[in-house]
Protein backbone atom coordinates (compact mmCIF):
# COMPACT_ATOMS: atom_id res chain seq x y z
CA UNK A 1 0.00 0.00 0.00
CA UNK A 2 1.06 3.95 0.02
CA UNK A 3 1.97 5.70 2.66
CA UNK A 4 2.32 9.80 2.33
CA UNK A 5 4.88 11.58 2.68
CA UNK A 6 5.16 14.43 5.13
CA UNK A 7 7.74 17.22 5.11
CA UNK A 8 8.13 20.78 6.30
CA UNK A 9 8.85 20.16 9.73
CA UNK A 10 11.35 21.80 12.00
CA UNK A 11 12.56 23.75 15.06
CA UNK A 12 10.59 27.17 15.21
CA UNK A 13 10.14 29.88 18.73
CA UNK A 14 6.66 29.79 19.63
CA UNK A 15 4.15 32.86 17.91
CA UNK A 16 6.05 31.39 14.16
CA UNK A 17 5.34 29.84 11.63
CA UNK A 18 6.07 26.57 9.47
CA UNK A 19 4.31 25.11 6.35
CA UNK A 20 3.71 21.24 6.14
CA UNK A 21 3.66 19.61 3.19
CA UNK A 22 1.96 15.78 2.64
CA UNK A 23 2.59 14.01 -0.98
CA UNK A 24 -0.22 11.29 -1.28
CA UNK A 25 -0.95 9.47 -4.54
CA UNK A 26 -3.11 6.22 -5.10
CA UNK A 27 -5.74 4.28 -3.18
CA UNK A 28 -7.04 5.36 -0.73
CA UNK A 29 -5.79 8.88 -1.18
CA UNK A 30 -6.60 9.95 -4.86
CA UNK A 31 -10.35 11.58 -4.53
CA UNK A 32 -10.30 10.99 -0.79
CA UNK A 33 -10.82 13.53 1.36
CA UNK A 34 -6.97 14.34 3.44
CA UNK A 35 -6.54 15.20 7.01
CA UNK A 36 -3.72 16.09 9.26
CA UNK A 37 -3.05 14.61 12.28
CA UNK A 38 -0.72 15.12 15.73
CA UNK A 39 0.96 12.74 18.13
CA UNK A 40 2.53 14.47 21.11
CA UNK A 41 5.38 12.30 23.37
CA UNK A 42 3.29 9.95 25.11
CA UNK A 43 -0.34 11.17 24.00
CA UNK A 44 -2.60 9.44 21.30
CA UNK A 45 -2.94 10.89 17.76
CA UNK A 46 -5.37 13.29 17.81
CA UNK A 47 -7.57 14.55 14.61
CA UNK A 48 -5.96 18.14 13.64
CA UNK A 49 -7.55 19.20 10.09
CA UNK A 50 -9.24 18.21 7.14
CA UNK A 51 -10.43 18.95 3.55
CA UNK A 52 -12.43 17.69 1.33
CA UNK A 53 -11.53 16.50 -1.79
CA UNK A 54 -12.65 19.87 -3.88
CA UNK A 55 -11.11 21.51 -1.36
CA UNK A 56 -14.78 24.15 -0.12
CA UNK A 57 -14.99 21.99 2.68
CA UNK A 58 -12.75 22.19 5.84
CA UNK A 59 -12.52 21.39 9.44
CA UNK A 60 -10.60 21.88 12.41
CA UNK A 61 -10.20 21.27 15.82
CA UNK A 62 -11.00 24.32 18.05
CA UNK A 63 -7.23 24.83 19.26
CA UNK A 64 -6.20 25.62 16.18
CA UNK A 65 -9.02 27.44 14.01
CA UNK A 66 -7.97 30.62 13.05
CA UNK A 67 -3.77 29.57 13.06
CA UNK A 68 -3.77 26.26 11.02
CA UNK A 69 -4.97 26.27 7.48
CA UNK A 70 -5.18 23.24 5.56
CA UNK A 71 -5.34 23.34 1.73
CA UNK A 72 -4.62 21.02 -1.37
CA UNK A 73 -3.31 21.15 -5.02
CA UNK A 74 -4.48 18.24 -6.54
CA UNK A 75 -2.83 18.29 -9.42
CA UNK A 76 -0.04 17.80 -7.06
CA UNK A 77 -0.73 14.85 -5.30
CA UNK A 78 -0.07 17.60 -2.76
CA UNK A 79 -1.93 18.53 1.24
CA UNK A 80 -0.94 21.19 2.89
CA UNK A 81 -0.95 22.78 6.65
CA UNK A 82 0.09 26.10 7.55
CA UNK A 83 0.52 26.82 11.10
CA UNK A 84 0.65 30.06 11.99
CA UNK A 85 1.25 31.60 15.80
CA UNK A 86 2.69 28.28 16.93
CA UNK A 87 2.16 27.39 20.82
CA UNK A 88 4.66 25.56 22.66
CA UNK A 89 1.62 23.05 22.87
CA UNK A 90 1.67 22.51 19.06
CA UNK A 91 4.75 20.06 19.57
CA UNK A 92 4.11 16.87 17.63
CA UNK A 93 4.64 14.88 15.34
CA UNK A 94 2.32 15.58 12.32
CA UNK A 95 0.99 13.15 9.60
CA UNK A 96 -1.58 13.55 7.00
CA UNK A 97 -3.74 10.82 5.83
CA UNK A 98 -7.23 9.91 3.96
CA UNK A 99 -9.97 10.73 6.01
CA UNK A 100 -13.56 9.39 6.54
CA UNK A 101 -15.52 11.86 8.81
CA UNK A 102 -12.52 12.54 11.76
CA UNK A 103 -10.55 8.86 11.33
CA UNK A 104 -8.15 7.99 9.36
CA UNK A 105 -8.33 5.06 6.59
CA UNK A 106 -4.96 4.51 5.40
CA UNK A 107 -1.54 3.28 5.76
CA UNK A 108 0.10 6.29 8.26
CA UNK A 109 3.34 7.61 6.69
CA UNK A 110 6.57 8.56 8.72
CA UNK A 111 5.04 12.05 9.46
CA UNK A 112 7.24 15.03 10.30
CA UNK A 113 8.05 17.01 13.61
CA UNK A 114 7.36 20.20 14.53
CA UNK A 115 8.74 21.41 18.05
CA UNK A 116 8.06 24.68 19.40
CA UNK A 117 10.06 26.69 21.86
CA UNK A 118 8.81 29.26 24.18
Known amino acids: QVQPVESGGGLVQAGGSLRLSCAASGRPFSGAAMGWFRQASGKEREFVAS????????NYIDSVKGRFTISRDNAKNTVYLQLNSLKPEDTAVYYC???????????WGQGTQVTVSS
Open 51 to 58: ISWSGTNT
Open 97 to 107: NAVLQRSAIGM
